[in-house]
């Protein structure tokens, strides 16, 4: 069985208003696909991992790397989510 490793870092860039905005939009739906209905977590999923034209800009705004997001998220499918992580979310 592989482990997250929590402690991992994950650089972004400057923090403009409009960053922090597109960044929230990412985080809400990371936090949707981690613990929301179950709904909520397909749709979530399926944008997060599957969708190709919208994730890559909404990221690119954000001024975070769209493949490295989405490799660092496949980590996680399929392992139990530590409640400290839930509660970052």
């Known amino acids: 069985m592989s482990k997250f490793n929590a402690s ?3 650089v972004v860039g400057e923090n403009t ?3 922090v905005l597109w960044r929230a939009v990412i985080a809400r739906t ?3 696909w981690i613990s929301g209905p179950l709904r909520r977590k397909r749709e979530a999923e ?3 991992f ?3 034209r919208d994730f ?3 990221c690119k705004s954000a001024r975070i790397d769209s ?3 989405r490799s660092r ?3 996680l499918r399929g392992h139990a989510i530590p409640g400290y992580l839930l509660a970052a979310a």
């Open 8 to 10: 991992s870092t994950f």
């Open 17 to 19: 208003p409009e960053t």
């Open 30 to 32: 990371i936090r949707e």
């Open 46 to 48: 399926q944008y997060l």
């Open 50 to 52: 599957d969708d190709n």
């Open 56 to 58: 890559p800009l909404v």
């Open 67 to 69: 493949g490295q997001l």
């Open 73 to 75: 998220l496949s980590r």
